[in-house]
């Protein structure tokens, strides 16, 4: 019904620069919420940005003035653009969208996952 596909991640030096694409498709009403999290081996998954419909955002301390969050509400496609990249942001980064479809008769609202792109920030 609904898909989220992910691209843009890679292998990186320390101090470049990635952007992870994500673009929604299938039955959607309205895109509420869109987000990135990453989840590095034995770790817990966590939120790294966030963006409402109403254009707020929201970023973990650890990306404050390196990452940026954008949305294109047209094109159903929600971009991370990443710089000064760190060893330690290596994980597999997932984009989210918790969004509004409408059946015919009435309307509901889902959360979805992408499959995950692999961002390594090595030297």
């Known amino acids: 019904q609904v898909q989220l596909v992910e691209s843009g991640g890679g292998l990186v030096q320390p101090g470049g620069s990635l952007r992870l694409s994500c673009a929604a498709s299938?039955?959607?009403?309205?895109?509420?919420?869109m987000g990135w999290y990453r989840q590095a081996p034995g770790k817990q998954r966590e939120l790294v940005a966030g963006?409402?419909?109403?254009?707020?955002?929201n970023y973990a301390d650890s990306v404050k003035g390196r990452f940026t969050i954008s949305r294109d509400n047209a094109k159903n496609t929600v971009y991370l653009q990443m710089n000064s990249l760190k060893p330690e942001d290596t994980a597999v980064y997932y984009c989210?969208?918790?969004?509004?479809?409408?059946?015919?008769?009435?309307?509901?609202?889902?959360?979805?996952w992408g499959q995950g792109t692999q961002v390594t920030v090595s030297s």
């Open positions: 963006t409402s419909s109403g254009g707020s955002t």
């Open positions: 299938g039955n959607i009403f309205r895109i509420n919420v």
């Open positions: 989210n969208a918790d969004l509004t479809s409408f059946n015919g008769i009435s309307y509901y609202s889902n959360d979805y």
